[in-house]
């Protein structure tokens, strides 16, 4: 696997995991949080069942537990099931994997990002998958159209922001 795809998958385990933790809307012990990866986070929180599962067939587990750091931007499991009906069972196949790690990955950014690090304002952001997404912090925080719901849900090896809607990276 590439250097680009690992650090892809890593990012877009990050989101997953930052997502899954964000369901309890920061309830739980802020320091407990920070001492589990982004991985174990999502999967505590349990509102990100799909992006997990998703995250593990696609192969990016082991990189999103990785030292980091990672911005992930996570769509919860309602994001999830608002895509169109047999999307995500189409994607989970094994010979989609590909698709699968590209749209997982446009859902990573390499670093740490604080939600205060976008108020104000607008910018393209690259993302591991290697495509641009579109930031607008002037009017809250959106994400490729997707609003963040929650921000700033701290893990060991990054930041997790909790988003509304699956992001899907541009076609070539």
Not at 31 to 47: C, E, L, R
Not at 83 to 92: C, F, M, R, S, Y
Request: proline share 3%.
């Amino acid at each position: 696997m590439s250097l680009k795809k690992i650090f892809a998958a890593g990012a877009a385990l990050t989101m997953i995991t930052g997502a899954a933790y964000a369901g309890d809307y920061g309830k739980k012990d802020k320091t407990a949080m920070q001492k589990a990866d982004i991985v174990d986070t999502a999967v505590a929180a349990g509102s990100f069942n799909t992006l997990v599962a998703a995250v593990q067939a696609a192969g990016l587990e082991e990189t999103l537990r990785s030292e980091g750091p990672f911005t992930v931007f996570a769509p919860t499991d309602d994001a999830f099931a608002a895509l169109p009906a047999g999307t995500i069972d189409t994607l989970l196949k094994p010979e989609n994997k590909d698709q699968l790690v590209a749209i997982l990955t446009y859902h990573v950014v390499a670093g740490k990002t604080k939600s205060k690090d976008l108020a104000g304002k607008t910018l393209d952001v690259a993302t591991v998958n290697g495509a641009e997404v579109s930031v607008d912090g002037t009017d809250g925080v959106k994400v490729g159209g997707a609003n963040v719901v929650t921000a700033d849900i701290w893990t060991s090896n990054g930041v997790i922001h909790v988003i509304d809607a699956v992001l899907l990276p541009p076609t070539e």
